[in-house]
T-cell receptor, first 114, second 111 residues
Framework: GAGVSQTPSNKVTEKGKYVELRCDPI?????LYWYRQSLGQGPEFLIY????????DSGLPNDRFFAVRPEGSVSTLKIQRTERGDSAVYLC????????????FGEGSRLTVL | GENVEQHPSTLSVQEGDSAVIKCTYS??????FPWYKQELGKRPQLIID?????GEKKDQRIAVTLNKTAKHFSLHITETQPEDSAVYFC??????????FGTGTKLQVIP
């Protein structure tokens, strides 16, 4: 596609529910990142994939958060037993290759946990 | 891990004046420093970046300077215009891997 696509754009769920957020990166981009952005804050790193493997998952806050990228393209961020503190905009970004720096961000998925 | 601090958190300037945003980083191995602009309700977009083998880079009205010894880098915007109003984020990365962002500076350009 022309840009990074994220779905859903908005998700409202109840505390304790399971949520999946999807990211479709720019075609051919090898690296994919997930960030979380709370109001008035900078993007907080969660996880970064190079190809199919998680190259760095040091930002995942706890074991309720998990992300996959099984075929090296689309990625899904999975949140179990959601808590109100998980409410934020979840941003996905892709990068063309290991030797380029620019991140191309999606519009984000706004998650609200009631 | 890397820690990036950014100041000021808010900045108001008159149209036509210059704006400067400063960042410091903690990991001396970081070698790539991008700046992103995020307009209200929009996605962050890269506006300029600098690599550690360069001390300064300029692109029209924006410039970035890097001081590796002090581990700080700055964004300079000259002749500010209302459309420069946005939140600006600095970031640091080691070899284009994990990218750590600062907390952001909300710039308001007053016409």
């Amino acid at each position: 596609g022309a840009g990074v696509s994220q779905t859903p754009s908005n998700k409202v769920t109840e505390k304790g529910k399971y949520v999946e957020l999807r990211c479709d990166p720019i075609s051919g981009h090898t690296a994919l990142y997930w960030y979380r952005q709370s109001l008035g804050q900078g993007p907080e790193f969660l996880i970064y994939f190079q190809g199919t493997g998680a190259a760095d998952d040091s930002g995942l806050p706890n074991d309720r958060f998990f992300a996959v990228r099984p075929e090296g393209s689309v990625s899904t961020l999975k949140i179990q037993r959601t808590e109100r503190g998980d409410s934020a905009v979840y941003l996905c970004a892709s990068r063309a290759s290991p030797n380029t720096g620019e991140l191309f961000f999606g519009e984000g998925s706004r998650l609200t946990v009631l | 891990g890397e820690n990036v601090e950014q100041h000021p958190s808010t900045l108001s300037v008159q149209e036509g004046d210059s704006a400067v945003i400063k960042c410091t980083y903690s990991d001396s191995a970081s070698n790539y420093f991008p700046w992103y602009k995020q307009e209200l309700g929009k996605r962050p977009q890269l506006i300029i970046d600098i690599r550690s083998n360069v001390g300064e880079k300029k692109d029209q009205r924006i410039a970035v300077t890097l001081n590796k010894t002090a581990k700080h880098f700055s964004l300079h915007i000259t002749e500010t215009q209302p459309e420069d109003s946005a939140v600006y984020f600095c970031a640091a990365s080691r070899s284009y891997q994990k990218v750590t962002f600062g907390t952001g500076t909300k710039l308001q350009v007053i016409p």
